[in-house]
């Protein structure tokens, strides 16, 4: 059993999902399953139950895991930390981001930052976005940039806004709404949306189904193959299924020509909200450095 065996048990625990965590971590489910199997077989208890439905926790599995994430924690904090210290560097920082096409809308500014400041450590990480407010707390991250509303209703969480985006639908090229230049509400009463994953992320939510509401759409229903877990598998559903979606104005530059990129016609286009979340009693002099950057409007946005 080895730190990395660790990280695949702990994604496992979070997400109660052999084939949502297989995916997390860049491994087959099938890989997953068998690394679990290892594992119960070695410690001498079962981590989880399984059955046809779901998977849970044991009492033990429980246990184990919140040993473990601590454990896990401070081995990825004693190693960045050394390794900035061989290097010659002062500091660190470690800022999460939702999926890549998030950390390329604020590369300019992460770019800015290694470059004016290169005696600080800079670590950026992907980390679910229902999963953001967990691993603040636990100091995984010092910034997470996400949707603000869930890192709002913590009480030990300060949110800086970092930027609003206008909000556009996407479809497959060859979608009949492909034709449309601005595309009336009504028209999308009866499509098929995909969505990131909100479960677990109550404040965004009910921020994102009133804007919905606002804008004279009915909130797409939660059928399990319409949601995806970052922003990349929703341009992939867009491009390769029969579906549309509302995404910030940034996604532009990741897409191919066989996606189509429309305006709503509304009295006003949807906006997607960003914001950098970091843990109010963080005593890492190199946050409020880095924050300091993230926010710096002088310095372009790449989309």
């Given at each position: 059993?080895?730190?990395?065996?660790?990280?695949?048990?702990?994604?496992?625990?979070?997400?109660?999902?052999?084939?949502?965590?297989?995916?997390?971590?860049?491994?087959?489910?099938?890989?997953?399953?068998?690394?679990?199997?290892?594992?119960?077989?070695?410690?001498?208890?079962?981590?989880?139950?399984?059955?046809?439905?779901?998977?849970?926790?044991?009492?033990?599995?429980?246990?184990?895991?919140?040993?473990m994430k601590l454990i896990v924690h401070g081995y990825d904090n004693a190693v960045r930390h050394s390794q900035n210290l061989s290097s010659g560097g002062e500091g660190s920082v470690t800022v999460a981001v939702p999926s890549?096409?998030?950390?390329?809308?604020?590369?300019?500014?992460?770019?800015?930052f290694k470059t004016h400041y290169p005696q600080i450590k800079l670590t950026v990480k992907i980390i679910s976005p229902r999963y953001m407010v967990e691993r603040l707390r636990r100091g995984e991250c010092d910034i997470a940039i996400c949707w603000p509303y869930d890192m709002m209703e913590a009480e030990e969480i300060s949110v800086q806004n970092l930027a609003e985006f206008k909000g556009y639908l996407i479809c497959s090229s060859e979608h009949p709404l492909a034709s449309y230049k601005s595309v009336p509400p009504e028209k999308l009463q009866n499509e098929r949306f995909s969505m990131v994953d909100l479960r677990g992320m109550?404040?965004?939510?009910?921020?994102?189904?009133?804007?919905?509401?606002?804008l004279g759409l009915v909130p797409p229903v939660e059928p399990s193959f319409d949601q995806?877990?970052?922003?990349?598998e929703l341009l992939f559903a867009v491009s390769m299924?029969?579906?549309?979606?509302?995404?910030?104005?940034?996604?532009?530059?990741?897409?191919?020509?066989?996606?189509?990129?429309l305006e709503l016609n509304t009295a006003t286009p949807p906006m997607f909200a960003m914001g950098a979340g970091y843990l109010t009693n963080n005593a890492n002099p190199s946050l409020h450095t880095a924050l300091d950057v993230l926010r710096d409007s002088r310095i372009p946005m790449d989309y």
């Open positions: 059993m080895d730190i990395r065996g660790l990280k695949y048990f702990i994604s496992a625990a979070e997400c109660l999902n052999f084939t949502r965590a297989a995916k997390e971590c860049f491994i087959t489910q099938t890989a997953m399953s068998q690394h679990i199997a290892n594992m119960e077989k070695e410690l001498g208890f079962r981590l989880f139950r399984r059955n046809n439905r779901n998977v849970e926790l044991t009492p033990a599995g429980r246990d184990f895991y919140e040993q890549c096409i998030e950390g390329l809308a604020f590369m300019s500014r992460l770019r800015y109550p404040a965004t939510q009910r921020m994102m189904y009133k804007d919905w509401k606002n995806v877990n970052r922003m990349e299924d029969n579906v549309v979606a509302l995404v910030p104005e940034f996604v532009r530059n990741n897409m191919t020509g066989h996606v189509a990129f």
